[in-house]
């Protein structure tokens, strides 16, 4: 087994998670991945790292660091600070903690929700017609914002688009169609053309009932 300092435990087929390891991979960060499937969040040791029992979280030496957007943050304020990552100008990292908080809300009530229902039918979820009505007024939003910019917080790519890529890529495994959005697909190219992507495997879509 690997005895690097670094892990993170996570499912390769969660979008927060894969939007760490995004993080980890551009910055050329070597860290070892551990599946955290159910038993393993369940698990006391892993309650240990983080008590609400959920993923991702990451290891780094003797810190553990819960919460997807946490830990984008954390990455780059240790190993990439003073990047167009996280910018320090200040009207430039409102526009990231503003996308970091959509990604927290309307992202995740409306194409992660959908996706979460449609392909695992996951408990607790917002009923799929009202994911899909607020993933409609997210795509529209993203879609005019994007007419006029290649990113969505600064001319260069954050941790905002990282934070918004990956379930915004997966939208058709929601039953969410992203044909009338041709400037959120082209950013999402933009992304996918970065340094160290690694794209979320696909997830088999059912047919509709």
Request: glycine share 4%; net charge neutral.
């Amino acid at each position: 087994m690997s005895h690097l300092p670094r892990k993170l435990y996570g499912l390769k087929i969660s979008g927060h998670c894969h939007r760490v390891e995004l993080m980890l991979r551009i910055l050329d960060l070597p860290f070892e991945y551990v599946e955290a499937n159910a038993t393993v969040r369940h698990s006391a040791e892993f309650k240990a790292l983080n008590p609400l029992g959920k993923i991702p979280v990451l290891v780094d030496g003797d810190q553990a660091i819960p919460d997807s957007n946490a830990i984008l943050v954390y990455l780059v304020k240790r190993y990439a600070s003073g990047t167009t990552w996280l910018p320090d100008d200040a009207l430039q990292a409102a526009e990231v903690q503003r996308w970091l908080s959509i990604s927290a809300n309307e992202l995740r009530h409306g194409p992660a929700s959908a996706r979460m229902t449609v392909l695992w039918n996951m408990p607790g979820e917002i009923a799929l017609p009202l994911a899909h009505a607020i993933s409609e007024r997210l795509l529209e939003m993203m879609e005019g914002h994007l007419k006029t910019r290649h990113y969505l917080a600064t001319a260069h790519p954050t941790i905002a688009d990282l934070a918004c890529y990956s379930y915004i890529a997966h939208a058709d495994e929601g039953r969410i169609s992203l044909a009338p959005y041709p400037s959120i697909k082209a950013w999402l190219k933009r992304i996918e053309a970065l340094p160290h992507f690694v794209p979320m495997p696909a997830s088999p879509v059912p047919e509709a009932a």
